[in-house]
């Protein structure tokens, strides 16, 4: 047979190739744990990519449709023994339909412009403020005013201070020990929802990195890291970003690049063209847990869990880390059942697929409310907002923080840590 | 219109495929109705998959036997179709030994149980009824399954060995020494290789081959068993023979062995699975003989096999883009196949018979066997509109299959 593909090179095919169909990943599918769908598998996804590539009369856009119900959570990269490059094939796939099938709606292509450029976020993050100060998302939650899928995500917002982490701080924090403790520099990626959402998880790495002896400083001129592009088919957006944040991470000099955003931290670290020998991109759960000379003297006396991003997990194989960061924190952690399923954000997912993403969220609120944690962490914003979300709408009060949080929580349980960095009040 | 079940598609010999008509999948069926630890029984519906029922067994004591490597995947309903096994059939046995009764649906709508939860019965015994029928006379749609206590402990061992004959004549001797283990286990050179590029099991790289045998029981009874079994594999030319030291070394070994096929694909673009049987003496020359006929055809073959029961899986790694790269590794397993009856033995120990063997089906059966096989089959699915083109070779009274599959023989699913 002559070999004419339509969706994959050669090279690409062959991965795809990789898959023997044995459905090993299949139990691991959240979509397919939901439905029982076989078009809903990871193997059904696969054969499905399969067609689009090789068949000429084959309904594509169709086909599109269960690949755009995928996640991208990878677990299926995880429990496949054959080692199947899942996710690449994913992005590939939905860059060609991006171009040949069905480009992203304009109200999509807008809705992630807005939200990974600082100038339309930094408006966004500003009405948003205000809508809290005032306390218009509970009236709205109340009213239910808006689309469920609007007031749930409302639901899950921080407080937001309404100003963006970098546009608040110095770009410089020196580190806070005596010289022949000290560990050196860093640079630290901010991103763009972390930067303007979540702007107190930001201060807690610099805090905890600066106690440990590292001074931490924040390159000029990055920008979004482009996951959300590239998981959207985005191939040239995404590929933008990663060229403005190479000019921006240009000879730097510091030891690591430290992440702390699950996702951002996979899309930088496993794209192509970036340069792990001359500055390796770390997440922050990874670079500490061998660089803690500090430890924290006391521990929080709260029942902490871990939910584990997909793109820790799965992405980036980064799965004890944080647990080793959260021994150190609190006296009691409890290990949460399915930690490394996906929650069902993955980024826009919860809007898009908000039925799927709503059942796949529920399996995980009914872990979390059968151990009645004080606390649960993770280490993503998406995460991070959905997670609080749906322990909101579930009225359990159970506040969500990232990792980093926590730890830091337990050095201010220190007055010498919190005097050092003014927190006394 | 022809309609035909399927659980998890891991069956091997495509059963669960369809070529034109309508396929029924079971997957959603997935509630475990009850356990019943005191009895020690579960209620199913067929789409439970084999791990989950075991997860939810387990902090109870308890444990379904019958445990294939795609146990993570695979569902109860396909493991009754298929009457399937694993590495602890040696002791356990087959998915028919762990099946106390279950409901079923004919082609024609009509609803039948058979069996029951209780454990001992007289008089005619329909209780393990169709088992390994392949979905080709009914529908099963609620099933009774034996749950086993879990043992008390398990010793996991590993014995290394040079030459592979050396491998499988320590399997007769371990079993002749009056041991029984749980599971005996034959991982080949090639499958090592495939295996621990990825995983680090433990397997060492260079041994031809390695037994991963386990024992289970009380700590004082497994460890003389432990003793004797390391003196026979010592006898029979071990380079080295250990005890894994911990779960955690445990675990590692049996995910190194529920991966090996799987594995398989990182070293081949394509590989077909054979499922042959011979008596448990024939080993050592059954293997020779599979090398050899892979050589033959020019091809490399990796196995792993259920050395204990005699089953031998031989992996045959081709390139299907090749031109006739399929057709030579289908050759090379039917000869494999061939040299497994001439032996005494069969064409499948536990992936079923489905479309891929069908043909060969004459070879281990006379025609009065197949005759009445096919009678009873067509009594209780007149029209063949259930899972036409299975089982049987042409001829048969049922629907054949439409032309060729496209999916390559040894990948279906
Ligand atoms: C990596 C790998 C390792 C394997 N290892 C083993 C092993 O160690 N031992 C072993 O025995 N097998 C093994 N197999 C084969 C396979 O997993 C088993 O045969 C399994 O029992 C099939 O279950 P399934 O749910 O996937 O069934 P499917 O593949 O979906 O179906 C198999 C057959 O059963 C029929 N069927 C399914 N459900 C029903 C139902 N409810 N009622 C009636 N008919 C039904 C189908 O029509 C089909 O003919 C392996 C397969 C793979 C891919
Ligand atoms: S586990 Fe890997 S090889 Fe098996 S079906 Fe899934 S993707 Fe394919
Ligand atoms: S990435 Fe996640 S949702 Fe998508 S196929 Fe794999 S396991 Fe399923």
């Known amino acids: 047979m002559a070999a004419t593909h339509h969706l994959f090179t050669p090279d690409n095919y062959h991965r795809l190739q990789a898959c023997i169909h044995c459905g090993l990943c299949l139990a691991s599918c959240p979509t397919y744990t939901v439905n029982g769908k076989e078009a809903d598998s990871p193997r059904g996804r696969l054969a499905l990519m399969k067609y689009i590539d090789r068949e000429v009369e084959f309904d594509a856009k169709g086909a599109f449709r269960h690949i755009d119900l995928c996640l991208g959570c990878l677990a299926c990269q995880t429990a496949c023994p054959s080692g199947v490059q899942y996710g690449h094939l994913l992005e590939t796939s939905r860059s060609y339909q991006r171009q040949q099938i069905k480009p992203l709606s304009w109200i999509q292509h807008q809705l992630l412009n807005w939200l990974t450029s600082h100038r339309s976020l930094g408006f966004i993050t500003g009405l948003l403020a205000l809508v809290q100060r005032l306390a218009l998302d509970h009236l709205v939650r109340a009213l239910r005013l808006l689309p469920h899928t609007l007031r749930f995500q409302l639901a899950g917002m921080p407080d937001i201070t309404g100003k963006a982490f970098s546009q608040t701080h110095d770009a410089v924090f020196p580190a806070l020990t005596s010289a022949d403790e000290a560990q050196g520099t860093v640079a630290l990626f901010t991103g763009c929802v972390m930067d303007h959402w979540f702007g107190e998880v930001h201060a807690a790495t610099v805090r905890v990195l600066q106690w440990n002896g590292f001074n931490v400083f924040v390159p000029e001129g990055q920008t979004c890291c482009g996951a959300l592009h590239a998981h959207a088919g985005l191939e040239e957006e995404a590929e933008d970003c990663l060229a403005r944040n190479r000019t921006a991470f240009q000879g730097i000099e510091a030891q690591a690049l430290v992440v702390n955003a699950a996702g951002c931290g996979a899309q930088l670290r496993t794209t192509p063209g970036t340069d792990q020998d001359t500055l390796p991109i770390v997440d922050i759960s990874e670079w500490l847990t061998d660089k803690l000379p500090r430890p924290p003297k006391n521990k929080l006396s709260k029942r902490v869990t871990y939910d584990a991003p997909c793109h820790l997990y799965h992405a980036q194989g980064i799965r004890d880390e944080p647990w080793r960061l959260l021994e150190l924190a609190c006296e009691q952690l409890l290990p949460l059942p399915e930690t490394e399923v996906c929650c069902g954000s993955a980024g826009f997912y919860s809007l898009m697929h908000s039925d799927m993403s709503q059942h796949i969220l529920k399996r995980k609120i009914n872990h979390v409310q059968a151990l009645a944690p004080d606390i649960l962490a993770t280490g993503n914003p998406g995460c991070h907002l959905q997670l609080q979300a749906g322990l909101r709408e579930t009225s359990l009060n159970i506040p969500v923080h990232h990792t980093i949080e926590v730890l830091d929580m337990a050095y201010r349980l220190d007055g010498t840590y919190r005097h050092a960095f003014g927190l006394d009040d | 219109m022809p309609f035909v079940p399927r659980g998890a598609g891991t069956g091997l010999s495509g059963g669960a495929i369809c070529d034109g008509g309508v396929i029924i999948q079971l997957s959603r069926m997935n509630r475990l109705l009850a356990i019943y630890p005191d009895d020690c029984y579960a209620v199913v519906q067929p789409g439970v998959v084999n791990n989950y029922l075991n997860l939810q067994a387990r902090p109870l004591g308890l444990g379904f036997a019958p445990d294939p490597s795609s146990q993570a995947a695979c569902t109860i309903g396909g493991n009754l179709a298929e009457n399937a096994g694993g590495p602890h059939t040696l002791k356990y046995g087959v998915t028919s030994n762990h099946v106390l009764g279950q409901t079923v649906v004919f082609p024609d709508g009509e609803v039948a149980t058979y069996g029951g939860p209780y454990p001992v019965r007289s008089g005619p015994d329909f209780s393990t009824f169709l088992i390994g029928t392949e979905g080709t006379i009914a529908i099963s749609t609620e099933i009774i ?122 070293i081949t673009p394509a590989f077909y699975t054979n499922d042959g049987v011979v008596p448990r003496s024939r ?37 299907p883009d090749e031109s006739g790269g399929s057709q030579r590794a289908t050759a090379c397993s039917t000869e494999i196949l061939m040299a497994c009856i001439e032996m005494g033995g069969s064409i499948t120990g536990e992936h079923g018979i489905g479309i891929e063997k069908r043909d060969l089906l004459p070879q281990m059966f006379s025609e009065v066997d197949l005759e009445h096989m096919q009678r009873l089959r067509n009594g209780l699915n007149p029209e063949g509109l259930l899972n036409p083109g299975k089982i049987f070779p042409n001829g048969s009274r049922c629907g054949e299959l439409r032309g060729n599959v496209s999916i390559p023989r040894g990948t279906w699913i």
């Open chain 2, 283 to 319: 080993l050592t020359d059954i293997m020779q003989t599979s090398y050899r006929i892979a050589k033959e055809h020019d091809l490399s073959v990796a196995h792993v096999c259920h050395a204990g029961d005699g089953n031998i899986h031989p992996l045959i790694c081709y390139n």
């Open chain 2, 145 to 266: 399954v034996r749950l086993v206590p879990l043992p008390p402990d398990v010793t996991t061992m590993l014995a290394v060995y040079k030459s592979v004959a050396d491998a499988t004549d320590s399997v007769s001797a371990i079993l002749a020494a009056g041991v029984l283990p749980n599971a005996l286990e034959l991982i080949d050179n090639l499958c090592i290789q495939a295996v621990e590029s990825h995983l680090k099991a433990g397997f060492p790289m260079e041994a031809a081959a390695v037994l991963l045998i386990e024992l289970d029981g009380t700590k004082q009874m497994m460890q003389t068993k432990a003793e004797t079994v390391g003196r026979v594999c010592k006898s029979n030319a071990a380079v080295s023979f250990s005890i894994a030291k911990s779960e955690e070394e445990r675990q590692r070994l049996w995910l190194g062995r529920k991966h090996a096929v799987g594995s398989l694909g990182k």
